[in-house]
C-alpha cells in the first residue's frame, strides 16, 4: 500500500495485484444494471420476438454469465475468484433493455467488477444481435449497484 493508500500501487507508483491470501472467505454478493438505448423498431422487434439473429434477450443473457466467469482474464488486476451465482434480468423498455445482474461468491474478494463485467458484455451481446434493426444502439448508464459482504461491509447506490 502506498502512503496515500492505494492499494494497487507499489512504493515507486507501478501497478501490481494485492495479495488477498491473509483475507477470510466471506459471502458476497454484486449487483449492476445498465441500459441499452434502441430505437422503437428494435424493441417492437424484440417484444414481437422478430430480431433477425433469433432470441437476443437469451444470448445476452448467457453472454453476461459467461463473462462474469471469466473477468480475470479481461480486466488485468482482478483476481480469480470462484463465481458461484449468476443471475441476469434483461427487462424490456420503451427506451430500450434494462439489464440487471447479480453475482455471488464465497471468497476472498469481491464480485463488483464480474457484475459490471457481466452487464457490459450482456449489453454488447445485445447490441450485435439488434444491430440490424437497430444500428444507433447506445450502451449507457453501466454501473454498480450494491454489493455486500467483505471488511467493508453492505453498500446500496443511493437513488
Known amino acids: 500500500m502506498t502512503a496515500d493508500g ?7 507508483g507501478t501497478a501490481h495485484m494485492v495479495d ?6 466471506t459471502a458476497r ?10 430505437s422503437p423498431a428494435a424493441v417492437e422487434a424484440l417484444r414481437g ?14 453472454a453476461g454469465i459467461q463473462a462474469a466467469k471469466r473477468t480475470p482474464d479481461l480486466v488485468p488486476l ?8 449468476v443471475e441476469v434480468d434483461l427487462e424490456v423498455q420503451d427506451r430500450g433493455v434494462r439489464i440487471v445482474a447479480t453475482v455471488r461468491t464465497a471468497d476472498r474478494t469481491g464480485v463488483e467488477m464480474e457484475a459490471l463485467t457481466c452487464v457490459s458484455v450482456a ?3 445485445l447490441v450485435d444481435m439488434v444491430k440490424a434493426v437497430d444500428r444507433l444502439a447506445t450502451i449507457t448508464e ?12 453492505d453498500w446500496v447506490r443511493p437513488a
Do not use: I
Open 78 to 85: 482482478c483476481h480469480p475468484v470462484a463465481v458461484h451465482a
Open 29 to 38: 454478493s454484486a449487483s449492476a444494471e445498465g441500459v441499452v438505448l434502441l
Open 49 to 62: 420476438g422478430t430480431v433477425p439473429k433469433g432470441d437476443a434477450l437469451g444470448v445476452a443473457r448467457v
Open 142 to 153: 453501466v454501473r454498480v449497484t450494491a454489493k455486500s459482504g467483505g471488511r467493508s461491509g
Open 6 to 12: 492505494l492499494t494497487h500501487l507499489r512504493g515507486d
Open 20 to 25: 488477498v491470501s491473509g483475507k477470510e472467505v
Open 123 to 125: 449489453a454488447l451481446a
